[in-house]
């Protein structure tokens, strides 16, 4: 049998949000026959990116701060030039050991501006590869808007000169990538929507609670965590909370955090049946990461969403906004966010209407690999002799 080789490269600064749509997406694709190999250059996730694919680890970078204005390594210093040489490097490599018949970089040029010092070098070399792999860009429905002059034009120039392929990961009937990205008409590179990546739906909850308040990765949302115990602690009820702070929060502050803990507040860190508990959750409370909704979606439950704002970050509180519109989401923004102002939107949300039946396309994994197949065979024969070559399972270089 012949398999299709792709090379998928993802970087996640703050949140895991990115790196765990992408696995979704490399899950999908070693489902459909495809030879994975993923790349990470964030702080190491547990579980992450998955079983079936080959891996390759970049040295760690991070975020140096909510606002995502430089990069650290996993000790919280600024790296250098030799640092981001190292990288570089390192990436070349993979690249040049896998040659894929496929490469997926995951938000950029859309997002992951910081990462130039090794993305641009990564294209430079797919463009003078013979054969040329197919270049594929992975991105969310709801972007983060940009405000400094001249950075849309340089995004739609980067792809028009070098992309064959924007996958935007939604539903257009939910959302099109011209709501935040203005100049999205200017795009030649083939746009195609993907429905949105969820997980599949979940078996029933082994646990139940009245609230259930989760905070993503957890680099991000202290104000949410300690907002949460503040208001499970002054509750004159008998609801049962749970609270999952995120992987990614330091161990010294969750073991502070979890000496909170009480018979109706339940504290973890991360629970890998987290999709699982939403089925059986009355309210969900969360931010409005990507992942997090398509969970909240696939559960059908009611959902009080709190927007991540810090740092001129726009998407989050575009896409509450947007589902509350549609009555599938009540929000609470983050400048509102307080003991009392929590609890006051938990008892509104709890007695307020069920969510709105939807019918949103939430399979978007499954058809990014169908999407990639069908696209790499219509492009291979309009390239060219040699492009459509697929190589043998039997080599394994990626």
Known sequence: MKRLRAFFYVQHLLGIGHLARASRIAAALVDDGFDVTVVTGGAPIAGFPGLGVKSVTLPPVTSGDEGF??????????????????????????????????????????????????????IEAIDATSPRP??????????????????????????????????????????????????????????????????????????????????GGGAAGKSLVSSTIAAARNANNAWKWCLITGPNLPKDEFDAIARDAT????????????????????????????????????????????????????????????????????????KDLTPEGLAQAIEQALVGPTPAAHRLDLEGARRSAQILRERYRTWSLKVGPGFGKVHDQTDDRC
Request: charged share 25%; with cysteine; proline share 6%.
């Open 263 to 334: 018979p109706v507040l339940s504290i973890f860190r991360f629970r890998e049946d987290f999709a699982s508990l939403l089925t059986g959750a009355r309210l969900s409370v969360s931010q409005a990461g990507y992942n997090t909704v398509c969970d909240v979606l696939r559960a059908g439950c009611r959902s009080l969403l709190v927007p991540f704002a810090a740092g001129g970050e726009t998407e989050q509180t575009v896409r509450s906004l947007m589902l509350e519109e549609l009555g599938l989401a009540t929000v609470l923004m983050e």
């Open 69 to 122: 204005s430089g990069l650290v390594d996993l000790q919280g210093k600024p790296i250098d030039d030799d640092f981001k040489t190292w990288r570089s490097e390192m990436l070349l490599q993979a690249f040049r050991d896998c040659r894929p018949d496929i490469v997926i970089v995951e938000a950029f040029p859309f997002g992951r501006r910081q990462m130039r010092f090794e993305l641009l070098p990564l």
């Open 134 to 215: 197919l270049l594929a860009t992975s991105v969310r429905d709801i972007l983060q808007e940009r405000v400094k002059p001249g950075r849309n034009e340089e995004t739609v120039d980067l792809v028009n000169r070098h992309f064959d392929l924007v996958m935007v990961h939604g539903d257009p009937a939910f959302a099109t990538i011209d709501k935040t990205f203005p100049l999205a008409g200017a795009i030649r590179a083939e746009v195609t929507y993907t429905g949105l990546v969820a997980a599949p739906p979940s078996p029933a909850a082994s646990e139940r609670f009245d609230v259930l308040v989760s905070v």
